[in-house]
């Protein structure tokens, strides 16, 4: 299908840049040290179940409104008063923070209506647009716009359909599509058109929706070079025309048969494009999740062994397939993140159970990292453990100086922080991959040109001007782009 307009401008900020050099040593540092955990702050208020960086270097973060009172005041003596709220009406605290990456600081937001397992994308301006919620938020779009001062807007009634559980994906023409949510099997748009429908059906999610269970929850959902939409739900996925509203391609099952979307919760990404190949190949891989009837079992306190498999299928291929890989490490509601180098970061979740209030055991503390361009059989490697378990609830996202951010688990209905087996978590982490190793500082680049908030347009020319200390081969040198993602329940939406 033909790829609609786009919009004029690109800010270079909203994309990850980081360069990357091969030397004669190189090779032997990246699998020296198996990366290093920090921890940033003790207590940030509220648990990360959503995170989402912005072009100026700040993560909005939030939770829900409806746990209580969290462990930060709103500034200046606000108090969010909501008569729909079911547990405080009258709240003087926070359920949204900004981090500064920074000064690795919190500032207070505030949001008024329930955020609760929400979805979201940032748009070519810059803003957060952020989508749907619970009770009272439902039904409401909410704008973060990113500066120092500012705090949430929201738009009643944004929404056509409530959307709890949704996925949303910024499209080339600048809306974004907000699709699926409980009990809702359908999409539609924003923001809206004047002349367009407000929801369209989508039966792929009646067909993959397991009968008490969902099993399609926040389905996993990228633009595909040719302006399609892959949409992954359960154990199977379309390639999807949602301008002509039909289905282009229906891809095999996974092998096996076992749901990989919530409450079974596995992770999923596009693998990175190489737009210097003469044909693009397209490859969609996902990993983890739980084995059908898991969830059944698991609330009735038998927690099964998540699923240890990968499958990964080449989208592009006339006849595509998928191709499992066995992981190091079981692994239910993980997260998994495109880092700039092309590898792929396994983070946080659990090795038995599902998602779901107190439904997971087992934490998985060390991350694992999948190299997708080397053999089937040596493509992963385990990383360092953390200390801190992460279960459901949590969360992770690339930083634009290579960490990945790492917060939340809360498996309770409440903030709960004794008592329990897995306590609501506050503390905020970050985890550098091998790549950033000391033994690379020779190679680490400055990047002189384009400066930040540069704009550019659609199929303009780029140049980038870098220094390094090091010596390297210029024919070894490539340039990574990577959209800043809305991750939440073990997906990072837009990456």
């Not at 973060?61 to 930060?72: A, E, H, L, V």
């Not at 397992?117 to 909410?142: F, H, I, K, P």
Request: positive net charge; charged residues 15%; hydrophobic residues 40%.
């Amino acid at each position: 299908m033909a790829t609609p307009p786009r919009p004029d401008h690109m800010i270079f900020s909203f994309l990850f840049w980081r360069l990357f050099m091969a030397g004669p040593g190189c090779r032997i540092l990246t699998h020296a040290a198996g990366g290093e955990w920090q921890l940033l702050l003790r207590n940030i208020g509220i648990t990360a179940i959503h995170m989402q960086l912005l072009h100026n270097d700040r993560v909005v973060i939030f939770d829900r409104t409806d746990f209580g009172k969290s462990n930060i005041s709103l500034p200046h003596g606000k108090c969010r008063h909501d008569p729909n709220e079911s547990v405080l009406p009258i709240d003087c605290t926070a359920h949204s923070v900004e981090y500064d990456v920074a000064t690795n600081s919190i500032r207070a937001l505030v949001v008024q209506t329930d955020v609760w397992c929400s979805s979201g994308a940032v748009m070519a301006n810059g803003d957060l647009v952020q989508t749907g919620g619970y009770n009272d938020g439902e039904r409401v779009a909410r704008i973060f716009k990113p500066c120092s001062s500012c705090d949430w807007e929201e738009v009643p009634l944004g929404l056509a359909a409530r959307r709890w559980y949704a996925t949303n994906h910024i499209l080339p023409d600048n809306r974004q599509i907000v699709i699926g949510g409980r009990g809702q099997f359908n999409y539609e748009f924003y923001p809206k058109s004047a002349n367009a429908r407000t929801v369209y059906t989508l039966p792929f999610l009646v067909q993959t929706n397991d009968p008490k269970i969902e099993n399609n929850l926040y389905p996993f959902v990228f633009l595909h070079t040719d302006g399609n939409l892959f949409i992954f739900a359960n154990n199977r996925a379309i390639l999807f025309n949602y301008f002509k509203k039909f289905v282009v391609k229906t891809f095999p099952t996974i092998p096996g048969g076992d749901p990989r979307s919530y409450p079974s919760t596995g992770s999923a990404v596009m693998l990175p494009l190489n737009l210097q190949e003469p044909s693009i190949e397209v490859e969609v891989l996902v990993c983890g999740g739980a084995p059908d009837g898991s969830y059944t079992q698991a609330s009735k306190r038998n927690f099964v062994r998540a699923l240890k498999t990968c499958a990964r299928i080449k989208i592009t291929d006339p006849s595509p397939q998928w191709v499992m890989e066995t992981m190091p490490l079981a692994r239910v509601m993980g997260d998994m993140t495109l880092l700039p180098n092309g590898d792929v970061l396994i983070i946080n979740g659990a090795s038995a159970g599902t998602a779901g209030w107190e439904l997971g055991r087992d934490p998985v503390l060390n991350p694992v990292l999948y190299k997708p361009h080397t053999r089937v059989g040596s493509r992963f490697k385990v990383m360092n453990p953390s200390t801190i378990p992460r279960m459901y609830h949590s969360t992770a996202i690339l930083l634009r100086d290579g960490r990945v951010l790492v917060g939340g688990s809360n498996p309770h209905i409440d903030y709960k922080f004794t008592g329990v087996l897995y306590p609501t978590e506050l503390r905020l982490e970050a985890f550098s991959p091998e790549y950033l190793d000391s033994g690379f500082s020779n190679l680490r680049p400055i990047i002189i040109s384009p400066a930040s908030q540069s704009k550019m347009g659609h199929g303009q020319g780029l140049t980038v001007r870098f220094s390094v200390t090091g010596t390297l081969n210029p024919d070894m040198v490539s340039v990574t782009m990577l959209s800043p993602s809305f991750t939440t329940h073990s997906f990072s939406m837009n990456q």
